[in-house]
Each structure stands twice: as structure tokens, then as C-alpha cells.
Nanobody
Framework: QVQLVESGGGLVQAGGSLRLSCVVSGHPITGYFMAWFRQAPGKQREFVGYSSRGPGSPAYANDVKGRFTISRDNTKNTMYLQMNSLKPSDTAVYYC????????????????????WGQGTQVTVSS
């Protein structure tokens, strides 16, 4: 049984940084396509970025590009999201997800393409 558990969220002032972790159990993540999403109150879940073994990885949504960095430690079966220069608009619950596939999803920004999700971790950025 695959489980994803996010941690590292919290309250931070605008301009600050946080690092989120996504620990996966039940299946090795080496080479697998994995992504971060977020969902703000009253809004749809939106794509943040992905990590895969293919070219162009990692890749990011435009509004986090240059501020967020995705990395992974396959020995720890963990993916990370380093978030710098945080803005109040980054406030959301952050989720990691994976389709447990090696290849990049055709519609990787669509949450419905991902069958495996963590429970989420809250990030709140104050102004």
C-alpha cells in the first residue's frame, strides 16, 4: 500500500522560506514521476511543479518559477519542495502526488491524473 505523508508546513512572514517534505512508503520512488499541488481556500487544486527522470525536470508553474525548487532523495524515498520569497498568495494546503509511472503524464497539471496523494500540509504566509 502506497502512502505519501507531507510535512514542513507552517506560518511564515512574506519573504520567508519553508521546506516541505513528502515521504513515500510502500513503494520506491526512484525514477517515478512525482508532483506538488496546492489548494487555497475556495479555489481549485493547482499544479506547483513536478520531478521526473525525463528531460525538462523539474518543472514549475509560472507563478512559482524562480522561487520554488523541487528535489528528491531517493535513498530516503522523499521529495522536497523548497519555497523561498514566499508571498501571501502562496498560502494554501500543499500536497504531493504521484501516478507511480516513469513517464511524464500528458496532462500533468490535472489533479485527476494522480491516483496517489498525501494528506497535505498547511502553509500560511502573512503579509
Amino acid at each position: 500500500q502506497v502512502q505519501l505523508v507531507e510535512s514542513g508546513g507552517g506560518l511564515v512572514q512574506a519573504g520567508g522560506s519553508l521546506r516541505l517534505s513528502c515521504v513515500v512508503s510502500g513503494h520506491p520512488i526512484t525514477g517515478y514521476f512525482m508532483a506538488w499541488f496546492r489548494q487555497a481556500p475556495g479555489k481549485q487544486r493547482e499544479f506547483v511543479g513536478y520531478s521526473s527522470r525525463g528531460p525538462g525536470s523539474p518543472a514549475y508553474a509560472n507563478d512559482v518559477k524562480g522561487r520554488f525548487t523541487i528535489s528528491r532523495d531517493n535513498t530516503k524515498n522523499t521529495m522536497y519542495l523548497q519555497m523561498n520569497s514566499l508571498k501571501p498568495s502562496d498560502t494554501a494546503v500543499y500536497y504531493c502526488a504521484t501516478p507511480l509511472r516513469f513517464d511524464r503524464l500528458g496532462d500533468y497539471q490535472n489533479p485527476l491524473e494522480y491516483p496517489y496523494w498525501g494528506q497535505g500540509t498547511q502553509v500560511t504566509v502573512s503579509s
